[in-house]
Structure formats: C-alpha cells, structure tokens
C-alpha cells in the first residue's frame, strides 16, 4: 500500500504553506507525491452551464474529462469513502501520499501546531500522531520540528515510511472494506497473479493491474 502521512491541524496553522513546502523536497528526492485534501463541508469543482454540469443534471453519476494532458472525475457517494480505499483508486504509481486532514482516521499523523490558536495539539499517539511541526514549546512524546525544518521532515517520513518498502503494492477490498495484509502476503499475490496474467495476450509488463471479483450476484 501507498504511505499515507495526513497533515493535521486547526484552521490557520500554515498546513497547506508547509505541505507547499515539503511536496518539492520529495520531488527532488525522487519521489512520485500524491496530495488529498479533507472537505468536510462538500465541495463543487464543476461550473453552471458547462457540458460536464449539464451532464451531471441530466443525472449522470459520475462525470470524467479527459485531455491530453489530464483527466478528472466527480462522482456521488453515499458515504465518504475510506482514504485508503480512494487512495487505491485514485493514485497509480505514486510513492508517497500526503494527505491535509483527516484527523480522525487510523493514519499516521504529523500535526502542525501554533500555540497562539490552541492551548495543546489535537491529536496524541492515540490518534496515530507520529510528529509535530511547530515553534512554540509543547510537551510531547513524538519528534518535533520548526517550520524551517522541511527536510528534517522529509527525513523522518523517508526513513519511518519510504526506506524498505517492498515493490509490490496489492490492495483487497471486501465489499468496500480493506483487508489487511502484511508484506508477505502481499508478495504471494502479486506473485501469483503475475504469473498467470503474463501468460495472457494482451499482457505488456503493465505498471498497475486492476481486477473486479464478483463472487455473487446482488
């Protein structure tokens, strides 16, 4: 699975401006990033009286473009989905997602903290905190580091996060739920498959394969 690092905070602590920080670093290192943004309010990307809108009001329920140099799609859900769960969905080859929000999930957490805009940090190592970025005095039993101290940062998710991982990245999903597997596990799979799939026309050592299994009819 992708490293998931969620940058957390209260509103005005400068996440965004340190995440603007931190994404060329990796990028000079090498690293493929990919970015998600928590909305808990909603959002709306498209604009009255475009064809994709209009498409979208005759009640389409998803809605892609595609161009040469990009795509997007909007689509309804019920629910919000598990970030891990969009994660594989979304991101193909990337190494590293950093993601602005999303406290309350199970994914470590770095918090950016101003003592000016609270009195304690959110989050502890109940919550998956794993670091704090701030320049103010905070008792804490994670790392911190300043807001100059991006490739401090870099460093600690590299080392914590990057540095080991297994080229295979094989993700199940039981009815919208993940499974959890370890590396090993991992391994088997993506083995297996490989070897089966490659024997298939059409097979042209793919950088990402996607298999639908439905076991059942609904």
């Known amino acids: 699975m992708i490293p998931i690092i969620c940058f957390v905070g209260t509103s ?9 920080k931190l994404i060329p670093v990796f990028k000079e290192r090498g690293y493929k990033v990919g970015t998600v943004k928590h909305d808990v309010h ?7 009286g475009k064809d994709t809108w209009r498409h979208k009001r005759a009640g389409a329920q998803t809605v892609g473009i595609l161009s040469p140099r990009g795509m997007a799609s909007v689509r309804e859900t019920a629910e919000e989905m598990d970030l891990a769960r969009f994660v594989g969905k979304t991101f193909w080859n990337e190494d590293l997602v950093l993601a602005e929000g999303f ?9 950016v903290f101003r003592a000016a805009l609270r009195d304690h940090p959110l989050c502890s190592r109940k919550e998956h905190l794993v670091a704090l ?12 580091f300043s807001f100059e101290g991006v490739e401090k940062v870099a460093d600690f998710i590299e080392e914590r996060f990057l540095e080991g991982r297994t080229s295979a990245n094989v993700q199940v999903f039981c009815d919208g739920r ?11 799979i993506a083995g297996a498959l490989k070897g089966m799939l490659s024997t298939l026309r059409g097979w042209e050592s793919p950088g990402t394969v996607e298999i639908s299994l439905r076991l059942r009819e609904k």
């Open 178 to 188: 993940k499974v959890p597997m370890n590396n090993f596990v991992e391994e088997i």
């Open 12 to 20: 005005d602590t400068g996440k965004t401006t340190f995440l603007e």
């Open 103 to 111: 406290k309350g999930s199970p994914y470590p957490k770095i918090e």
């Open 42 to 48: 909603g959002f709306q990307i498209d604009h009255e």
């Open 133 to 144: 970025v701030s320049d103010d005095p905070v008792e804490t039993d994670v790392p911190v």
